[in-house]
């Protein structure tokens, strides 16, 4: 079986730097808030263009965290609203309704996937605080027209990078670096994946880059003295120092990524089957390869009998989930057709030449 997704391979190729970090944190005897660390800030910063990067312990408290410090800022409050794509990953909606913020959720572009910008302006009411970009599957999200609408009429923009690491305009400015603040994920499977969770926020701005680092570590700058009511998301050492050792490798790894993704592109040719587009290399750095079948679940069967594993990203829109009972009735056409159509092929840095050509010529063969 051709595996989705080889996250043994994956970290295999790191194998010997990466028990080299965990002797260093395990020796060092600091395990929470170290040089590991400060090392991955200051880098994952640098590398994203950013004053700021602050690690939290996941992508979705990511997010919580820094619409929870534009609150304690006096920015947002509850009842506000936040303009979403309504085809995203549960998590960047998730992280809205936490903090008692209320998700508008918008169609996305068929052809790529993100949200249409063309439909914000509409939707902006006196209550719009922010709009929530997600570049999803991997790629750049319209950020020019994004940022020129929230200009206008003086909005946030949080970007959601959890699945963008690396990904870059035409002027090589990265995903990260566009917003008022981003949130990333290094979930395992995720483009830089840590060995667990982690995750991180990037900005520019002092004062929200401050208050994060409170919420983050229960409310505290110093220590026993609670300036909010926070939580505990830290980014733990061990975890800093894989993430060390990875990021040094993601834009190596992306530009294999890259040339599968365009094997896929150039040399499938079927009609069933609709391949994602991507105008700007660089602009996508392929987290996961989506294509659109009009019988989804014949299309699956047929390649996991043809030994092609492959996963749905995502079945069920989050209009349509329990958990969001008010808004089950909403209409999303775009979205549900994605959802109802979209699978997502193998693609990874680790997979075989060998196996790119086996997964073209069965797809040729449909
Ligand atoms: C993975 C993901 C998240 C959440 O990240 P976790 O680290 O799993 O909490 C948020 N948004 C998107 C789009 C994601 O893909």
């Not at 312990?57 to 009842?79: H, P, S």
């Not at 365009?262 to 991507?278: G, T």
Request: proline content about 3%; hydrophobic content about 40%.
């Amino acid at each position: 079986m051709i595996k989705f997704l080889d996250l043994y391979k994956i970290n295999q190729n790191h194998k010997l730097q990466l028990v080299e970090a965990f002797t260093r944190v395990l020796d060092s005897g600091w395990y929470i808030m170290g040089q590991e660390l400060k090392t991955f800030e200051h880098e994952f910063a640098h590398y994203t263009g950013v004053k700021h990067c602050i690690g939290v312990a996941n992508g979705l408290d990511a997010l919580v965290l820094t619409i929870r410090a534009y609150k304690e800022l006096g920015v947002f409050k509850e009842g506000d609203e936040i303009i979403v794509p309504s085809n995203t990953y549960i998590a960047s909606i998730l992280a809205i309704s936490a903090n008692n913020l209320v998700p508008i959720l918008l169609e996305p572009n068929i052809s790529t996937y993100n949200i249409d910008p063309t439909l914000i302006e509409a939707a902006i009411t006196s209550k719009t605080v922010a709009i929530l970009p997600v570049h999803l599957y991997g790629q750049l999200c319209e950020m020019e027209e994004i940022l020129n609408i929230a200009n206008k009429y003086n909005l946030k923009v949080i970007e959601d990078c959890a699945q963008a690491h690396g990904a870059r305009n035409i002027n090589g400015k990265l995903a990260g670096s566009f917003g008022d603040a981003a949130g990333f994920s290094f979930y395992p499977g995720k483009n830089l994946g840590a060995l667990g969770d982690a995750g991180a926020i990037t900005t520019s701005d002092d004062q929200l880059a401050d208050t994060l680092r409170a919420l983050l570590n229960y409310g505290s700058h110093i220590k026993y003295q609670n300036k909010y009511k926070g939580v505990n998301s830290r980014l733990d050492e061990l975890q800093a120092a894989l993430l060390n050792v990875k990021l040094k490798a993601l834009d190596d790894e992306t530009e294999i990524k890259r040339k599968i993704a365009n094997r896929y592109i150039n040399e499938v040719n079927n009609q069933k089957i609709i391949m994602p587009s991507a105008d700007v290399q660089s602009a996508h750095v392929w987290h996961l390869f989506v294509v659109r079948v009009q019988n989804r679940q014949e299309f699956q069967e047929y390649l996991t009998d043809n030994n092609i594993q492959t996963v749905i990203h995502y079945p069920i829109p989050p209009h349509k989930q329990e958990a969001y009972r008010e808004l089950n009735d909403l209409l999303f056409p775009i979205s549900e057709k994605i959802h109802e159509e979209a699978i997502s092929l193998p693609l990874s840095n680790v997979i075989d030449s060998s196996d790119v050509d086996h997964i073209i010529s069965i797809l040729n063969e449909y």
